[in-house]
């Protein structure tokens, strides 16, 4: 499985912007995806999952009511909308693809990142 994050950017405070996680080998539609990113200093933190019919979402709590995570998977496509940005929703964002078709945490692949840079 390949996968290409695309869609970060520097946007001022109160803006949006839509993430994209693209599976070149279109074959992540039967696994769930998650959205994770890591600011300068920190660690990896988890931010959203979808499993793989797309009924099912968790975020962490920092983001609930701001960010939508959904898929395509007709594209192989998943997709994190994320409004009313703050800066501390600063950092590189990545995908991964998870072992099973619920979020289980447990990582199969992890996608290559894209930089948010929100500015106050």
């Known amino acids: 499985v390949q996968l290409q994050a695309s869609g970060g950017g520097l946007v001022q405070a109160g803006g949006s912007l839509r993430l994209s996680c693209a599976d070149s080998?279109?074959?992540?539609?039967?696994?769930?995806v998650g959205w994770f990113r890591q600011a300068p200093g920190k660690e990896r933190e988890f931010v959203a999952a979808?499993?793989?019919?797309?009924?099912?979402?968790s975020y962490r709590d920092s983001v609930k009511g701001r960010f939508t995570i959904s898929r395509d998977n007709a594209k192989n496509t998943v997709y994190l909308q994320m409004n009313s940005l703050k800066p501390e929703d600063t950092a590189i964002y990545f995908c991964?693809?998870?072992?099973?078709?619920?979020?289980?945490?447990?990582?199969?692949?992890w996608g290559q990142g894209t930089q948010v840079t929100v500015s106050s």
């Open positions: 991964a693809v998870d072992r099973s078709s619920v979020w289980s945490g447990r990582i199969a692949t």
């Open positions: 080998r279109r074959t992540f539609h039967n696994n769930a």
């Open positions: 979808i499993n793989w019919r797309g009924g099912t979402t």
